[in-house]
């Protein structure tokens, strides 16, 4: 057996002295927490008690239906942010990473496909139509508190939204490293102002804390049965940013996440909900905004101030994600090739795509105008981060039988508690689908379309390509016995299977009559997995006739730099001068005119995404100036 190097053990005793982080490190990356994991679950006490007593659910604003109603909140922060998430869930990680793509990362690596992962991949595209509503309702929601403070300036309300959602986006591109040093602290001030907030509420009226209880949201039940049950569709809203903790686990790890859960951020939230509890037991009229009223009238602007930041933070959150989301997503094959910036020099993970900032914006701005309120923008929002839970669920339980070994004993009644919790919600986001439930729907329906057709696409495509380019042993025999002219330079191949010769390189030795003293095909392979060691990212392999093969290996969470790989083989002895190395790419036309086993219209679908897809150069960071793009048209 092979002893690890020395490299190696020191990488890994680094990675696990990272993963429990001690003293002021595990404090600094729970402050850093704060600002990117809790802001999505720390500012929906703006809008969630409020969305609770709606008109729409028909439940009377009375002691009984206000104990019920703290009652199903306190116990579902409980059971399925601190019980499912925090403890459970998050256990299971691919390689440091979690949420749901890492999930479906590890179904392929145990070959699963099927039901499975198109659950999985549902689940995805159901974060996606969450991350369009969620900036719309939090900074909705954190304007409407001028109202509260100045009744005149209702109609301002509407106008400022827009602006601060299209400066939001705007700054995009610019990159959250100068700011994002600050989301921590500012989160921190919100989650101690709204716990002192609330706190001052329940020391007035001290016996709402009998809402601990969890038999007042049995009760709710018994006596108010389907009025109870819709109500969990406004209930949900306390646990939307749950997905977020699981999502970063990567990013921080589970010591800081649970630590800043723990003493920050959930006894924050009981003191803001059970002080509004409190404020509306003694002035039932509260309940129109029972958060901003918690305020002195002196504290108002301020606390708006607070609040508008606070929903920026957790909007510039959401927006970082779905960027990183969708790198994972390029990476895993179930989306196109997209532009992407990087925003840090430092930082890898900070990154801009224009295209899925624009896709946002668009969304964002139509809702704020569609719906015109956060009360009705509650409609739409819960359905799809319920989905997503649910999905989770079942993929945590068939993982953590296969990799844990868990019996049927053990995982079948956490399954059935944390599943049959995620359903009701669900089912009760459910009756909201005309009420503006069906527009995450509909995004998440047309994204899994999308996604789908990307991976099954490519995955046919590359069976056409395998099968026209042709072993490396037979391309050798050709020059061996053709002898064509040699030229000084070497010149690079990109390549989907290192086993064959590229199509690219057949028809540039067909039409060029010579090749370069030195020609690398390079493949480019993603693994399961988030990240490769360094000293595994590329084997390369001596043929005869100056051919070499390379295989570099990335995971999902990070991007392919082919200019460094070159440099890294000139380190194994390959001259490759940058001056003299040119990139040979082919540049593929597909025709949906092909006998390939895809519906019609699906073919179309995929020619037009690869059409839109961002160019080969961009993606791999090849220099373009030394880039030499070959055409072919492909019947697929």
Known sequence: ?????????????????????????????????????????????????????????????????????????????????????????????????????????????????????????????????????????????????????????????????????????????????????????????????????????????????????????????????????????????????????????????????????????????????????????????????????????????????????????????????????????????????????HTSRAEAGQIYIPEVNTALMVGCLLLVVGFGSSGALGGAYGIAVTGTMAATTVLFCVLARQRWRWSAWRIGPLGVVFLGIDLAFFGANLTKVALGGWVPLAIAAGLFLLMSTWNRGTELLNRLLLEAAVPVEQFLAEVEREKPPRVAGTGVFMTAHAERVPLVLQRHLRHNKALQREVILLAVVTEDVPEVDEAKRLTLEALPQGLYRARAHYGFMERPDVRELVARCRDHGLAAPEEDTTYYLGRMRIMPTGPAPMMGWRKRLFSLMARNASSLPDFFRIPPDRVVELGARIEF
């Open 1 to 341: 057996m092979n002893r690890p190097r020395p490299a190696e053990r020191r990488a890994a005793r680094d990675r696990r002295r990272e993963a429990r982080p001690t003293g002021s490190r595990l404090a600094i990356l729970s402050l850093a927490a704060l600002g990117i994991v809790y802001g999505d679950i720390g500012t929906s006490p703006l809008y969630a008690l409020r969305a609770c007593f709606s008109h729409d659910y028909g439940l009377p604003r009375d002691t009984a239906s206000v104990y019920g109603v703290l009652s199903l909140i306190v116990w579902s922060l409980i059971l399925i942010v601190s019980v499912k998430y925090v403890l459970v869930i998050m256990r299971l990680d691919n390689r440091g990473e979690g949420g749901i793509l890492a999930l479906i990362a590890l179904l392929r690596q145990k070959q699963r496909r099927g039901a499975l992962i198109g659950l999985g991949l549902f689940g995805t595209a159901l974060l996606y139509g969450d991350g369009v509503i969620t900036p719309a309702i939090s900074v909705l929601s954190a304007a409407e508190g001028l109202e509260v403070a100045a009744p005149q300036l209702k109609h301002y309300v509407l106008p400022l939204t827009l602006v601060l959602l299209f400066l939001l986006f705007l700054g995009q591109r610019y990159g959250t490293g100068r700011v994002g040093s600050v989301f921590g602290p500012i989160m921190l001030a919100w989650f101690v102002t709204i716990g002192a907030l609330g706190a001052i509420e329940i020391v007035r009226a001290p016996a709402i804390l009998l809402a601990l209880d969890p038999w007042h949201g049995v009760r709710l039940f018994a006596q108010h049965g389907v009025a109870a049950f819709l109500v969990l569709g406004a209930v949900v809203l306390v646990v939307t940013g749950a997905e977020a903790l699981y999502a970063d686990l990567g990013h921080f790890g589970r010591r800081p996440i649970r630590l800043a859960w723990f003493t920050v951020v959930f006894p924050a939230l009981l003191l803001s909900y059970f002080g509004q509890g409190a404020l509306i037991l003694r002035a039932p009229a509260a309940v129109e905004n029972p958060f901003f009223l918690m305020a002195p009238p002196s504290l108002l602007y301020p606390l708006v101030g607070l609040a508008t930041v606070a929903t920026i933070v957790a909007s510039q959150a959401l927006i970082s994600g779905a960027f990183s989301l969708t790198q994972q997503c390029v990476q895993l094959r179930y989306c196109p090739r997209v532009t992407i910036v």
